[in-house]
């Protein structure tokens, strides 16, 4: 099996029984305004992720740089910040918006474009260097999106990702309250093997952690985000708690749970052309 097939075998693995679905009262997918910017005032408070220092090394001073699924951009505005031409591309309205209103807090200028990638490729230039950050787990026809971000790219391809699928953590909830197994994969090691597969490169990769960004303020939060995730019932979600007081911690007044500190990986290449 193609590398790129296994990869959206394990992704497609990860969908929720449709019998649960029907019985949420609200989508286990997205994130609340709130979680985001939360993150990205946390994230302003803890020095730039490797990310970023493997995108300036590559792009060098005043190049041009594309951040693919922006976000908010968390982690492609700091270029900006020091001089780099900015391109974003974000498919979701919220989200786009987020990160115009942090270029205009910021100070800086930003181009966006609204879509999704790669099928907006063809509305941006070629730049020096292209990234893309906590996205590719969300990506099932990986080929197309890895080969596109090859091609925009004349310097090189940056792209971020946590260690292990961002959705592990709860696997136990799911199995605790439904009865159901999740899956594990896929992975970093996964992804360098499409990389291969697609750009004809083997990626560099370096692992690095952080601390953890999302925080809680009280219980009521913290079962309210993991009731939505595990698809509980607002009445059901009070029996989460059990299961997740023994990965809470308090700090500064907040509440976290699982790992403080978190577990990513960086990758990149330089194009072959």
Aim: a negative charge; zero cysteines; glycine letters at 8%.
């Amino acid at each position: 099996m193609r590398a790129a097939d296994r990869w959206r075998a394990e992704l497609e693995a990860w969908v929720i029984p449709q019998r649960l679905l029907d019985a949420a009262e609200e989508s286990p997918y997205g994130w609340s305004p709130w979680i985001w910017e939360r993150m990205s005032a946390a994230a302003r408070s803890v020095p730039p992720p490797v990310t970023v220092e493997v995108a300036r090394r590559l792009a060098g001073e005043h190049a041009s740089v594309l951040d693919v699924g922006a976000g908010r951009g968390r982690v492609s505005l700091p270029l900006a910040l020091s001089g780099h031409d900015l391109t974003a591309v974000e498919p979701d309205a919220g989200m786009a918006d987020g990160f115009e209103e942090e270029a205009a807090r910021l100070g800086v200028s930003a181009r966006l474009v609204r879509g999704r990638w790669p099928e907006v490729a063809g509305q941006v230039p070629q730049v020096d260097v292209v990234m893309s950050a906590n996205v590719v787990y969300d990506v099932a026809d990986i080929s197309p999106f890895v080969a596109a971000l090859d091609h925009a790219a004349r310097r090189g391809v940056v792209i971020e990702m946590t260690e292990r699928h961002p959705r592990v953590n709860i696997a136990p909830l799911f199995r605790a309250v439904h009865g159901v197994d999740r899956p594990d994969g896929p992975s970093v090691d996964d992804l360098v093997e499409v990389i291969g597969e697609e750009v004809g490169v083997r990626p560099e990769v370096e692992y690095w952690e952080r601390p953890a960004l999302l925080w809680f303020e009280n219980w009521e939060e913290i079962l309210a985000f993991y009731g939505k995730r595990v698809t509980l019932p607002l009445a059901r979600r009070s029996e989460l708690r059990p299961l997740l007081e023994p990965q809470v911690t308090e700090e500064d007044g907040r509440l976290y749970v699982g790992n403080r500190m978190g577990r990513h990986s960086t990758l990149w290449w330089r194009p072959k052309r």
